[in-house]
Nanobody, 113 residues
Framework: QVQLVESGGGVVQPGGSLTLSCKGS????????VSWYRQAPGKQRELVSS???????DYADSVKGRFTVSLDTIKDSVYLHMNSLKPDDTAVYSC???????WGQGTQVTVSS
C-alpha cells in the first residue's frame, strides 16, 4: 500500500524557518516528480513548489526566494525548506507524487507572533 506522510509543521514566528518532509512508503521518490501544495482556511489549494523527475524546480511567485524543494535519495524523502515565513504562509501543506493519485495527509504550518 502506497502512503505519503508529511511532517515538520508547527507554529513559528514571522521571519522564522521550518523544513517540511514528505516520505513515501511503497513508492520510491527518485522515480517521481513531487509537488508541494498548501491550503489555507477558506481558500483554494495552491501549488507551492514542484520538483520534476529530472530535478527541475519551480516555485509560486509568493514563495520564490524563500522556499526551496529538495530530494534526499538516501532517505527517499522530499523536503520543503521554508525561510522568512510570513503569516500568509499559514496553511496545511501536502505533498503529491506526479502521475499518481497519492497524496499525503498534510501538515499544519502556522506563522504567528
Amino acid at each position: 500500500q502506497v502512503q505519503l506522510v508529511e511532517s515538520g509543521g508547527g507554529v513559528v514566528q514571522p521571519g522564522g524557518s521550518l523544513t517540511l518532509s514528505c516520505k513515501g512508503s511503497g513508492l520510491i521518490f527518485s522515480y517521481y516528480g513531487v509537488s508541494w501544495y498548501r491550503q489555507a482556511p477558506g481558500k483554494q489549494r495552491e501549488l507551492v513548489s514542484s520538483r520534476t523527475l529530472g530535478g527541475r524546480t519551480d516555485y509560486a511567485d509568493s514563495v520564490k526566494g524563500r522556499f526551496t524543494v529538495s530530494l534526499d535519495t538516501i532517505k527517499d524523502s522530499v523536503y520543503l525548506h521554508m525561510n522568512s515565513l510570513k503569516p500568509d504562509d499559514t496553511a496545511v501543506y501536502s505533498c503529491y507524487a506526479h502521475g499518481t493519485s497519492y497524496w499525503g495527509q498534510g501538515t499544519q504550518v502556522t506563522v504567528s507572533s
